[in-house]
């Protein structure tokens, strides 16, 4: 079982810089893929980007690419997302999550999920 909790998220005016961090317990973390999702006030989880096991490939939702980088330290248990250039459309809770199978983008993907950081993106 893995237990994921997120942080890092806050207030910010559009193209500030923001750092949300994914702490996780449990000894999988390390062999299993991870992502980041983001939902909206009145919308469904969105896929915002994922990383595969080791770091060496990873995956993006195009209206983020260029502007938010995934990373993992798994000596840490830690995932990040480096978030650039915020924009208001980005004010979403943002979820970590832990990936067991399928296509990267796909909630039902991944079967373990943190309880959210709020971000807030002022124009």
């Known amino acids: 079982q893995v237990l994921l909790v997120e942080s890092g998220g806050g207030l910010v005016q559009a193209g500030d810089s923001l750092r949300l961090s994914c702490a996780a317990s449990?000894?999988?973390?390390?062999?299993?893929?991870m992502g980041w999702f983001r939902q909206a006030p009145g919308k469904e989880h969105t896929f915002v980007a994922a990383?595969?096991?080791?770091?060496?490939?990873?995956y993006y939702e195009d209206s983020v690419t260029g502007r938010f980088t995934i990373s993992r330290d798994n000596d840490k248990n830690m995932v990040y997302l480096q978030m650039n250039n915020l924009k208001p459309e980005d004010t979403a809770v943002y979820y970590c999550?832990?990936?067991?199978?399928?296509?990267?983008?796909?909630?039902?993907?991944?079967?373990?999920w943190g309880q959210g950081t709020q971000v807030t993106v002022s124009s």
């Open positions: 990383i595969n096991w080791n770091g060496e490939r990873k």
């Open positions: 999550a832990r990936m067991v199978g399928g296509a990267y983008h796909r909630t039902d993907s991944y079967n373990a």
């Open positions: 449990g000894r999988s973390f390390s062999s299993s893929a």
